[in-house]
């Protein structure tokens, strides 16, 4: 879910009541989206998006990458095993 903090960013929280795990912040024409992090050295810069929500589906993306939980196609599972 968006949290809107302040003009023009958002937290990206699990529900209402989690914590913050990313951060989307708009500038110029585009949406920023970072790993979330009370420590400023380990906030990561994941890309930059034409909306919010958009921003918002990637980071729930990259947490399927990291997970494991990402899948191809059927067309880029075959040409890993080998059957074309």
Do not use: K
């Not at 989690?18 to 906030?43: H, K």
């Amino acid at each position: 879910m968006l949290d809107e903090i302040g003009h023009d960013r958002w937290f990206v929280r699990r529900d209402a009541d989690a914590a913050p795990q990313a951060l989307i912040e708009r500038f110029g024409g585009g949406y920023r989206l970072t790993l979330w992090s009370l420590v400023e050295t380990e906030q990561r810069p994941l890309g930059v998006f034409t909306s919010a929500e958009q921003a918002e589906t990637a980071w729930w993306r990259h947490l399927d990458r990291e997970r494991g939980q990402r899948r191809g196609s059927n067309s880029a599972r075959a040409r890993r095993l080998g059957e074309d």
